[in-house]
């Protein structure tokens, strides 16, 4: 079956910790993309890649962390500079320049 | 800049009855167009598109059509049901290079049994 994983499903943060969210998918897709949801609210684009070992800052990248060392893999860390960390982080992937797919959600709360 | 404008929710509508949720868009170039739905707790679905002027896109009983001269993109359905209460999301794409997609506000439906 392919997909996109995200985990967990729940996250907890207490204050000035570092959380990582992960992302995977077997899709191949080139791309992929963190958005941030909160509630009643679109989607916002936190960071995404097109391609391993390169990232590009979207529009709400302060306080977030990515990395992209493998093409299935673009973990998202949250880190303590992020003074409001409360949502629902959506992972997508896609190939170039076509439709965005979407994995199950994290919500992250905090402690 | 690019934009997607959609209407303000929520909607409420009784089972049965005719849906039609505006979406209207700003961009460059020609975008391709979106609807996304989202179920409580859950990611984003992809639930019809369009890429091109006229285009129309169906699915699950809703359907838009891409509407270049009122810059439009509107999602239809002639009967809900009570199992289609979600959010909606319109969304588009630019087609002139670079792969970020802008999505709107999202309309939460709410179908009454």
């Known amino acids: 079956d392919g997909g996109i994983t995200q985990s967990p499903k729940y996250l907890f943060r207490k204050e000035g910790q570092n959380v990582t969210l992960s992302c995977e998918q077997n899709?191949?897709?080139?791309?992929m993309y963190w958005y941030r949801q909160d509630p009643g609210q679109g989607l916002r684009l936190i960071y995404y890649?097109?391609?391993?070992?390169?990232?590009q800052k979207g529009d709400i990248a302060e306080g977030y962390s990515v990395s992209r060392e493998k093409k299935e893999s673009f973990p998202l860390t949250v880190t303590s500079a992020q003074k409001n960390p409360t949502a629902f982080y959506l992972c997508?992937?896609?190939?170039?320049?076509?439709?965005?797919?979407f994995g199950p959600g994290t919500r992250l709360l905090v402690l | 800049g690019n934009s997607v404008t959609q209407m303000e929710g929520p909607v409420t509508l009784s089972e049965e009855a005719f849906l039609t949720i505006n979406c209207t868009y700003t961009?460059?170039?020609?975008?391709?167009l979106f609807w996304y739905v989202q179920y409580p707790g859950e990611g984003l679905q992809l639930l019809l598109k369009?890429?091109?002027?006229?285009d129309k896109g169906s699915n699950k009983g809703f359907e838009a059509t891409y509407r270049k001269e009122t810059t439009s993109f509107h999602l239809e359905k002639g009967s809900v049901q009570v199992s289609d209460s979600a959010v909606y999301f319109c969304?588009?794409?630019?087609?002139?290079?670079?792969?970020?997609?802008?999505f709107g506000a999202g309309t939460r439906l709410f179908v009454k049994a």
């Open positions: 899709l191949n897709h080139d791309a």
């Open positions: 369009a890429t091109k002027a006229d």
């Open positions: 961009a460059t170039g020609y975008p391709s």
């Open positions: 969304a588009l794409r630019l087609n002139t290079g670079g792969f970020k997609t802008i």
């Open positions: 890649s097109q391609i391993v070992n390169d990232f």
């Open positions: 997508a992937s896609s190939n170039l320049q076509e439709t965005q797919y």
